[in-house]
């Protein structure tokens, strides 16, 4: 018996149905590309946020750090030294010199922290570090500078302050001074950028003005320089406020900190820092310094 072969349906689709179907996936796509680009956002908003988290615990590392040797010497200084701190308010490209010199405002009027310091020699040779005393750079310091029979004088300088990169994007750089195979040569100075993101910085110093031993008021530069160079001898204490900010551009969401008027706080929430960042975040601390100022050793 003959088998007939069976007959195949050889209709498709029509255009108005493929149109359609096109229409949907191209909507589906579009709500996965949507929503990737919004994983992708919160992620990236998540990572930066841990970074600043990061960076501005490592500024205030830094900044602290250098504070609690200002004005470390394993010897007796010379009665002229300059003070162990010093700072200048809204200053930028800072300059050293026994008060902080500015050649024109500061990056959303940041402040210029100046602190001196010494190192700590080997025994039988004080112009070799034994690595107990580092600078901003991470160099260690030692007793004096090589080639020196004495020191009556501070080894070190580092001047912190904020500087635009060359990107324009704000950073914490630190001067310091040069180097000779390893040791302090005394005669340059060499700047590093430390953090970057670092869009203010603010402080605020701790006078001991009637002679407790205990920071009586938080003053900005200006007001110290005011009552007389000598009195930058009495700063115990120095109230840092930092602002970063991350690259991503968005609503910035809140990074005020609560601040009373005499704090660096304060001083940051007036600070005309880039508003249009998506993160943003503020860091604040204060720093008891470690060392006797020279005003409990001579009359100031």
Known sequence: MRTLPMRRNASGFSLTEAMVGL????????????????????????????????????????????????????????AAVPPAVSGADDCGQPGIAEMPTCARRGVAQSDALLVRFSGQGQPGDPSQPDETMLDCSGYPLA??????????????????????????????????????????????????????????????YGVDIDGDGQPDAFLPAARIQAMGAQAWHRVLAVQIALALQGEQRGAAGGAAGVARADDALADLQAAPVDTKRANRRVFATTVRLRNAPRCEETLC
């Open 23 to 78: 229409a949907l996936g191209l909507i589906v796509a579009a709500v996965a590309a949507a929503a990737w680009q919004v994983a992708l956002s919160a992620y990236r908003s998540a990572a930066e946020r841990v970074l600043l988290e990061e960076r501005g615990q490592r500024a205030l590392a830094i900044l602290a750090a250098v504070l609690r040797q200002a004005g470390w010497h394993p010897g007796p200084l010379d």
């Open 143 to 204: 007793a004096r500078v090589a080639g020196a029979e004495s020191a009556t004088d501070f080894v070190a300088a580092n001047l912190l302050y904020i500087a635009a990169a060359v990107d324009g994007e704000p950073q914490l750089l630190c001067r310091y001074p040069s180097r000779h195979n390893g040791q302090v040569d005394g005669h340059g100075w060499t700047s590093g950028a430390l953090v970057r993101g670092v869009a203010s910085l603010q402080l605020r």
